[in-house]
């Protein structure tokens, strides 16, 4: 690593939480793919752990790093998940998914006893939505799940959301998340009842998983140009 920034910060500082033998989620995105970096210095050093990771590209990584893999179906536990975000709001509310990994991402999560966000300062929002919203949605009728989106996000304050089908940069076809679906992107201007939107959007048939992680996060680490600041709940 050529010198140290915000993000490096971050990811350095959550490698104190990381104990020997444990289980990981290794979340994916570009802070992410710094603490795997590191993670790896640290396994070439002798810690031992074991690592799930989110998407193919985390897998990669990983094993690019040197961090043994674990399916998740062989797991009993997972004792720690390291992951970023796009937003990080009000009681460490996050959007995630930018990457497209946000199914997977919140699985482990969910499953992990605890979930520690690394990120630079630019990520703290005081209102969320600046960030547009992913929205995984099965293909099957993609186009009427897209309108009752549309619908519950309006109906919780936006004025006029806008949906937009996520494209592949390269190939100007929809992108596809690693469990085969669509992404659908909600510009939002403002997400100001969180919860209730989170709720809302699971009822929605069609709708696979959405990009609001909401009372996940236990430990939010942010970067800065001098060091990390440890949030915690």
Do not use: W
């Given at each position: 690593?050529?010198?140290e920034t915000p993000k490096s910060h971050a990811a350095r500082a959550a490698l104190d939480y990381v104990k020997d033998n444990m289980?990981?989620?290794?979340?994916?995105?570009?802070?992410?793919?710094?603490f795997l970096e590191l993670l790896g210095l640290r396994i070439a050093s002798g810690l031992k752990v074991q690592g799930i990771p989110t998407s193919k590209r985390t897998a990669e990584v990983a094993e690019e790093a040197g961090i043994e893999l674990l399916s998740i179906e062989h797991a009993d536990r997972i004792d720690l998940t390291v992951d970023g975000a796009d937003e990080i709001g009000p009681k460490f509310a996050l959007i995630k998914g930018g990457g497209?990994?946000?199914?997977?991402e919140k699985i482990i999560a969910n499953a992990s006893d605890l979930m520690v966000v690394i990120a630079?300062?630019?990520k703290l929002v005081e209102t969320m939505g600046a960030f547009a919203l992913p929205v995984e949605v099965d293909r099957f009728?993609?186009?009427i799940t897209a309108k009752k989106v549309f619908d519950v996000l309006k109906q919780d304050g936006t004025s006029r959301p806008d949906v937009v089908l996520r494209e592949d940069k390269n190939s100007g076809k929809p992108f596809i998340t690693d469990g085969g679906h669509y992404i659908l992107d909600?510009?939002?201007g403002e997400i100001t009842h969180p919860v209730k939107t989170a709720a809302q959007l699971c009822a929605v048939p069609?709708?696979?998983e959405h990009g609001l992680f909401i009372d996940m996060a236990r430990v939010v680490i942010i970067g800065g140009d001098h060091?990390?600041?440890?949030?915690?709940?």
């Amino acid at each position: 690593m050529n010198g140290e920034t915000p993000k490096s910060h971050a990811a350095r500082a959550a490698l104190d939480y990381v104990k020997d033998n444990m289980v990981l989620g290794l979340g994916s995105g570009s802070t992410a793919e710094i603490f795997l970096e590191l993670l790896g210095l640290r396994i070439a050093s002798g810690l031992k752990v074991q690592g799930i990771p989110t998407s193919k590209r985390t897998a990669e990584v990983a094993e690019e790093a040197g961090i043994e893999l674990l399916s998740i179906e062989h797991a009993d536990r997972i004792d720690l998940t390291v992951d970023g975000a796009d937003e990080i709001g009000p009681k460490f509310a996050l959007i995630k998914g930018g990457g497209g990994c946000l199914l997977r991402e919140k699985i482990i999560a969910n499953a992990s006893d605890l979930m520690v966000v690394i990120a630079d300062e630019s990520k703290l929002v005081e209102t969320m939505g600046a960030f547009a919203l992913p929205v995984e949605v099965d293909r099957f009728g993609f186009s009427i799940t897209a309108k009752k989106v549309f619908d519950v996000l309006k109906q919780d304050g936006t004025s006029r959301p806008d949906v937009v089908l996520r494209e592949d940069k390269n190939s100007g076809k929809p992108f596809i998340t690693d469990g085969g679906h669509y992404i659908l992107d909600c510009a939002c201007g403002e997400i100001t009842h969180p919860v209730k939107t989170a709720a809302q959007l699971c009822a929605v048939p069609g709708v696979v998983e959405h990009g609001l992680f909401i009372d996940m996060a236990r430990v939010v680490i942010i970067g800065g140009d001098h060091g990390a600041e440890i949030l915690e709940r």
